[in-house]
């Protein structure tokens, strides 16, 4: 079992790209959790998803950043015309039950730096 | 709504001393607590969690933690910290009701 995958680890873009963060859950995992990590801060919550569904995106901001989880594929978490506040680490994370006792399995993280 | 406080940003101990790191939550209804330990440039990994029954958890790699109730603290222990241990730790509280919240976590440094 491969575990959370996430893509790339590492992403550079200018202001004003778009960055594309994807995450691939664990075999089995039909829910899917982005928490974003700002510099000497701790993780924030972003965005649960399900299959083809937002369930709670109390957390993403407003504008720019969107996500989606479709029925094939991996997540992605979409941020338009980055700025430089967006660097930092971004967090997928897997369950296989919308609220699992266990906790969550995490990936990695994909680093994004704005230049 | 459900948070987590880790009132302290660094934890600095020298290896073989014992070593604590603190959080307290608040949530309405029965607490489901967790800690979290990333190494760096790592994701996170699971270290313990709280669900219920016995108020001391033990965990991976020799850590436990003490849920307290009456103080809404879920602090993380472990009896002789390790260099190995060096590490940043996060505390996290979810009820039935609401996903996982984190808080700011905290820099634990073992010194030789």
């Known amino acids: 079992n491969a575990g959370v995958m996430q893509n790339p680890r590492h992403l550079v873009r200018r202001r004003g790209q778009e960055a594309r963060l994807r995450c691939s859950p664990m075999?089995?995992?039909?829910?899917v959790y982005w928490y974003r990590q700002l510099p000497e801060e701790g993780l924030k919550f972003m965005v649960y998803?399900?299959?083809?569904?937002?369930?709670?995106e109390s957390g993403m901001p407003k504008e720019r950043f969107s996500a989606e989880f479709p029925k094939e594929g991996p997540s992605i978490l979409r941020i338009q015309q980055v700025v430089r506040g967006d660097s930092a680490a971004y967090f997928c994370?897997?369950?296989?039950?919308?609220?699992?006792?266990?906790?969550?399995?995490f990936g990695s993280g994909t680093r994004l730096t704005v230049v | 709504a459900q948070s987590v406080a880790q009132p302290e940003d660094q934890v600095n101990v020298a290896e073989g001393n014992p070593l604590t790191v603190k959080c307290t939550y608040s949530?309405?209804?029965?607490?489901?607590l967790f800690w979290y330990v990333q190494y760096p440039n790592r994701g996170l990994q699971f270290l313990l969690k709280?669900?219920?029954?016995?108020?001391l958890v033990k965990g991976s790699y020799g850590f436990e933690a003490e849920f307290n109730k009456s103080q809404t603290s879920f602090h993380l222990k472990k009896p002789s910290a390790l260099v190995s241990d060096s590490a940043l730790y996060f505390c996290?509280?979810?009820?039935?009701?609401?996903?996982?919240?984190f808080g700011a976590g905290t820099r634990l440094t073992v010194k030789p």
């Open positions: 994370a897997s369950s296989p039950e919308a609220r699992p006792t266990l906790g969550y399995t």
């Open positions: 075999k089995g995992h039909s829910h």
């Open positions: 998803l399900q299959k083809e569904n937002i369930i709670d």
């Open positions: 949530v309405s209804g029965n607490p489901y």
């Open positions: 709280y669900i219920t029954g016995d108020n």
């Open positions: 996290a509280v979810r009820d039935n009701n609401n996903d996982m919240r």
